[in-house]
């Protein structure tokens, strides 16, 4: 069997993650798994990407051993402190309180497994955003738009969010929670494994 006859799934749920990888001409099902994301004491930004990315790609693989299964995760992170998706919209007003003005790091981490040729692929990529000073006013605004209320940060890049970022330094995929040229090469070193 050749990898372009095996069948592709998406371990999200996340809209923009299932938009990219259709842009990149892909065909996949999608199959969101419920994962603990809670932070591990002690594990680095990457370590917790690539290790949850990994957590929802084994989830779904453990079923559907014979498919290409994807997992990504996305966090932004404020000098130490690792920032996922709000709780409430009281959380989100305070974590993009604590962005403005301010330069943080997004990184996504990507999983690629197949589980019947035992082949797993995992990597992270990352890149630098500085926001712009918010006011109370916009911040609450957005908030109550609903938008930030999936997302990590409380915020998305390539929505109404925009506005809040001054700019970045890295790839616009990562920060929407899916780097597309990460997953190109991971696809291709999954098919020169598999190709052995």
Known sequence: MSISTIKMILASGSPRRKELLSKLGYEFNVIAPDIDE?????????????????????????????????????????????????????????ILTLLSGKAHIVYTGLALTLFGDEIIKSDFDKTRVVFNPLNHTDIVGYVASGEPLDKAGAYGIQGMGSFLVKNYDGEFDTVIGFPTKLFSKMYEEVVSCRNR
Do not use: C, F, W, Y
């Open 38 to 94: 809670t932070v591990i004491d002690g594990e680095s930004p990457e370590q917790h990407v690539m290790r949850l990315a990994l957590a929802k790609a084994m989830a779904v693989a453990e079923n559907n051993p014979d498919d290409l299964v994807i997992g990504a995760d996305t966090i932004v992170v404020l000098g130490e402190r690792i920032l996922g998706k709000p709780s409430s919209e009281d959380d989100a007003i305070s």
